[in-house]
């Protein structure tokens, strides 16, 4: 980058509006977990807002004209947001319905041999089409023995539904076959 260009860039950064707190006063462009939702005023400290918020397009300078544009849209963006709410409803139903199953190796007392975590659940939802990320997934700890669990899965900020899985125990080719 140029010395000129680089000079713009950091002149801009320079000018960015304070709020009363001494943080720098932005404009959230999408829900941001644990700050606030699209379309809000928010003040947050200048690192948290050059080296997350901006960018990654989560939020932009909270100029007047941005302001305008926000309150302009505003219930097109309600409108929008409702509807996101409803599908994740919908998800929310779809995966209360679910029952998965996943086989684990297992001693004959139960005990797990290694552990069911997020990664085994996101793949057993993915076999009955269902997608999700693993950080959507609540454990409160590893499950470690057969059974069956409740799963919290947190779909959006006001959304968490569940789902059951079955830890059971493997089947080996002895088993499978008694007689053979």
């Known amino acids: 980058m140029s010395k000129t260009a680089t000079r713009r860039a950091n002149s801009l950064y320079k000018r960015l509006p304070t709020g009363p707190n ?18 809000e005023l928010v003040e947050v400290r200048r690192g948290f807002a050059l080296n997350y918020l901006l960018p990654q397009g989560l939020a932009t300078i909270a100029t007047d004209h941005h302001r305008r544009m926000v309150e302009k849209h ?54 009955v089409e269902i997608h999700l990320a693993q950080d959507q997934i609540r454990l409160e700890g590893p499950l470690k023995e057969l059974g069956l669990y409740t799963v919290k899965v947190h779909l959006h900020s006001e959304i968490d539904a569940s789902v059951k899985v079955w830890v059971v125990p493997t089947v080996t080719g002895e088993e499978a076959e008694p007689g053979a």
Do not use: C
Request: charged share 30%; net charge negative; hydrophobic share 35%.
């Open 74 to 127: 505003r219930e097109k963006l309600r409108e929008l947001e409702l509807a996101k709410l409803k599908s994740f409803r919908e998800q929310a139903d779809e995966l209360a319905k679910q029952s998965i199953t996943i086989e684990a190796n297992a001693n004959d007392e139960g005990h797990l041999y290694g552990s069911v975590g997020p990664h085994e659940i996101v793949d057993a939802l993915k076999s």
């Open 22 to 39: 001494g943080g720098i006063q932005l404009l959230l462009i999408h829900n941001v977990e644990h700050l606030g939702k699209q379309g």
